[in-house]
């Protein structure tokens, strides 16, 4: 982006929990009390940019009928989207694309092990989550791709060889002693 800090956005996650009025609860493992602030990246922020443009459209149209719901993602007069009918929408995609269907709570999954598998720091993944604690995010996430794997392996060997190399040549001196 342009160096400014993300702006808090709701998204699917505020769609969810607006639907099914889930609140925190004990044993939970998401914080709702808060939403996370995600970054994007500018393909995402221009696809953001143009639905705000078509929602606009949309809001003239609809005139005084326009429901100001707060999200980003509504039907043509400003509602709430029922979670049902983006999973339906989701799966018409998927389908023309000639993909299998997924459900979208996999792509969240899915999301979570690629940032993981792309160095992603465990804290960050967390939070843009938006779960309670980084360990139950490491515990749920705990598959490694092969290629991550290998590289750490490189990574560690590196390592190790270098510390190797550099006692080959370090030289020890004796100090002298102050009695």
Request: glycine residues 8%; proline residues 5%.
């Amino acid at each position: 982006m342009d160096g400014r800090r993300p702006k808090r956005r709701k998204g699917w996650g505020a769609l969810a929990n607006h639907s099914t009025g889930l609140g925190a609860g004990a044993g939970q493992t998401e914080d709702r009390g808060q939403r996370p602030t995600i970054a994007l990246d500018e393909d995402t922020v221009s696809a953001l940019r143009a639905h705000r443009k078509r929602q606009a459209a949309e809001r003239l149209a609809a005139g005084e009928a326009w429901t100001n719901s707060g999200f980003v993602f509504t039907d043509e007069i400003g509602r709430p989207l029922h979670p049902q009918q983006v999973s339906d929408h989701s799966y018409q995609l998927a389908f023309q694309a000639g993909l299998p269907p997924v459900r979208l709570h996999d792509l969240r999954h899915c999301a979570a092990s690629l940032m993981l598998a792309a160095g992603v720091d465990l804290k960050v993944v967390q939070e843009t989550l938006g779960h309670v604690s980084s360990t139950f995010t490491h515990d749920t996430y705990t598959s490694v791709y092969p290629e991550v794997a290998r590289a750490a392996a490189e990574s560690t060997a590196a390592l190790v060889n270098t510390a190797a190399a550099s006692a080959r040549t370090a030289r020890l001196i004796t100090l002298p002693t102050h009695p």
